[in-house]
T-cell receptor
Framework: DAGITQSPRHKVTETGTPVTLRCHQTENHRYMYWYRQDPGHGLRLIHYSYGVKDTDKGEVSDGYSVSRSKTEDFLLTLESATSSQTSVYFC????????????FGDGTRLSIL | GQNIDQPTEMTATEGAIVQINCTYQ??????LFWYQQHAGEAPTFLSY????GLEEKGRFSSFLSRSKGYSYLLLKELQMKDSASYLCAVRDLGSSNSGYALNFGKGTSLLVTP
């Protein structure tokens, strides 16, 4: 959907290790978002970007950082992964048109042991 | 989103009609979206409302009342494949939302039975 590719799709790692998730889009959408989805919480915004090198924090940003060096790529980094960051991570993009929806990637299932 | 409420679970019969309600509180309402999410998959866009009234799209319709902070998604002629989670999301410009991000409800899990 909207040419969004997330990588990796699945990852298992250990507490304390750094982890980077990648979101790649081919639609030249200006806005990009990282969400996490957990049972009982729904989708929660971690960080977002409103242009190259323009990023800001969302609702649950602690322990996460992001970078956007070019339009098509938005990286999410867990500097030192903790078990509480075990989740499904979704990337989304948006054109900026008010009547246009966000489109989501297929998600990354991350397990931290 | 803590200010978006929808039922946790619903069950309906194949061929029937089901209505999924969503209530919200915002200080800068700028649109309401409904998404469908099958287990293990990404959310996919169903409908968008920004003005009061009903938007119809095939078997799916969505209604909005801004004065009441209320929306519903109506699914007609239910099919087994409609078993999924349905997510209500609001764009709120009242909270320094420079990214125009969506606030999501926790989702309603719909089970369609034969």
């Amino acid at each position: 959907d909207a040419g969004i590719t997330q990588s990796p799709r699945h990852k298992v790692t250990e507490t304390g290790t750094p982890v980077t998730l990648r979101c790649h889009q081919t639609e030249n959408h200006r806005y990009m978002y990282w969400y996490r989805q957990d049972p009982g919480h729904g989708l929660r915004l971690i960080h977002y970007s409103y242009g190259v090198k323009d990023t800001d924090k969302g609702e649950v940003s602690d322990g996460y950082s992001v970078s956007r060096s070019k339009t098509e790529d938005f990286l999410l980094t867990l500097e030192s992964a903790t078990s509480s960051q075990t989740s499904v991570y979704f990337c989304a993009t948006w054109t900026g048109g008010s009547n246009q929806p966000q489109h989501f990637g297929d998600g990354t299932r991350l397990s931290i042991l | 989103g803590q200010n978006i409420d929808q039922p946790t679970e619903m069950t309906a019969t194949e061929g029937a009609i089901v209505q999924i309600n969503c209530t919200y509180q915002t200080s800068g309402f700028n649109g309401l979206f409904w998404y469908q999410q099958h287990a293990g998959e990404a959310p996919t866009f169903l409908s968008y409302n920004v003005l009061d009234g009903l938007e119809e799209k095939g078997r799916f319709s969505s209604f909005l009342s801004r004065s009441k902070g209320y929306s519903y998604l109506l699914l007609k002629e239910l099919q087994m494949k409609d078993s999924a989670s349905y997510l209500c999301a609001v764009r709120d410009l009242g909270s320094s939302n420079s990214g125009y991000a969506l606030n999501f409800g926790k989702g309603t899990s719909l089970l369609v039975t034969p």
